[in-house]
C-alpha cells in the first residue's frame, strides 16, 4: 500500500497544529496555575483558596469564547 505525498504532506500538518496547539495549551495552563497559586499566596487568606460558583463560570464561557474563536479561524470564512 503506497502512500501519496498529498497525503503524507496532509497528515504532516495535521500532526505538527496538534502537537504544537497541546504545546501550547499546556503552557498556558502552566502559567494560569503559576499565576492563581501565587495571587493565592499574597491573599490574606489561610488554605486552599475558595473560588465561588460565578467566578468558575465566567472563566468557563471566556475558555469557550475563546476555543470556539481559534476554531472559526480554520473554516476558512471571514468574518466581518
Known sequence: MEMSEEHVSEDSWKIKTLIVGGLVGAL??????????RSAETSDEDGLP???TGEALGVV????????????????????
Open 28 to 37: 498556558l495552563g502552566l502559567g494560569a496555575a503559576f499565576l492563581f497559586t
Open 50 to 52: 475558595k473560588i465561588s
Open 61 to 80: 464561557v471566556s475558555i469557550i469564547g475563546i476555543v470556539r474563536g481559534i476554531a472559526a479561524l480554520g473554516d476558512g470564512k471571514k468574518k466581518k
